[in-house]
């Protein structure tokens, strides 16, 4: 079974600080994993993903993320919050084997004051 | 920039009635899934969907639910006698290739009364 955990219901930041927003999974095999951002009233909008290689990845709008296998996390970063990052933020994990179904975490809401 | 389309936007039923779910996937897109999202939970997987056929299912997904690709454009998600406790957020996904991201619709949210 894969199940992804996201420790943080809420994460306050104040605009121009570094964010970050933690994500840990657990699989059996190597995982595929993602970041989705939630904007109110929105579907799933895709930020970045880990497939192979390089452990750390860019997505888009200046946010990155980690794959640390022994940690078995994948936090999501970025440099310099923005006022308009705020939102839902899903971390999620998928496995060849499985379809590719995504198992998702619970979701952190990030607050980004001016 | 192609996107997945779902209809309708807000669907409003009574109890024991049946409802069908619309999607529209990217053309080009080989894989389709139908996820929900409960009020304030986690978005939750229901069935997954290849050359066809059903590839995986949750336990959600009962005999309740069917899918259906009639048409190689259209992606349906049909209820077949509706309970309160299926009011959500309906979400389509398609994929082209198990290497990449799972694409979103806006979704479709389902008020059971």
């Known amino acids: 079974a894969q199940s992804v955990a996201q420790p943080e219901d809420q994460v306050n930041v104040a605009e121009g600080n570094p964010l970050t927003v933690k994500c840990t999974y657990s699989v059996s095999g190597n995982p595929y994993l993602f970041w989705y951002v939630q904007y109110p009233n929105r579907g799933l909008q895709f930020l970045l993903k880990y497939i192979t290689g390089d452990n750390l990845v860019k997505g888009s709008y200046g946010f990155e993320a980690e794959f640390n296998k022994s940690q078995t996390s994948f936090h999501l970063k970025k440099p310099s919050a923005l006022v308009s990052d705020s939102a839902l933020y899903f971390c999620?994990?998928?496995?060849?084997?499985?379809?590719?179904?995504?198992?998702f975490g619970g979701g952190t809401r990030v607050l980004v004051k001016p | 920039e192609p996107e997945v389309t779902q209809t309708p936007s807000h669907q409003v039923t009574q109890m024991g009635q049946e409802v069908i779910l619309r999607c529209v996937p990217i053309?080009?897109?080989?894989?389709f899934y139908w996820y929900r999202q409960i009020l304030g939970q986690k978005v939750e997987f229901l069935v997954s969907f290849y050359n066809n056929e059903i590839s995986e299912k949750s336990e959600i997904f009962d005999d309740q639910f069917s899918v259906e690709r009639p048409d190689g454009s259209n992606f349906t998600l049909k209820i077949r006698s509706t309970k309160l406790e299926d009011s959500a957020m309906y979400f389509c996904?398609?994929?082209?290739?198990?290497?990449?991201?799972?694409?979103f619709g806006p979704g479709t949210r389902l008020t059971v009364t």
């Open positions: 996904a398609s994929l082209r290739d198990i290497s990449y991201e799972q694409y």
């Open positions: 053309s080009n897109h080989l894989y």
């Open positions: 999620a994990v998928s496995l060849k084997a499985a379809g590719n179904k995504l198992t």
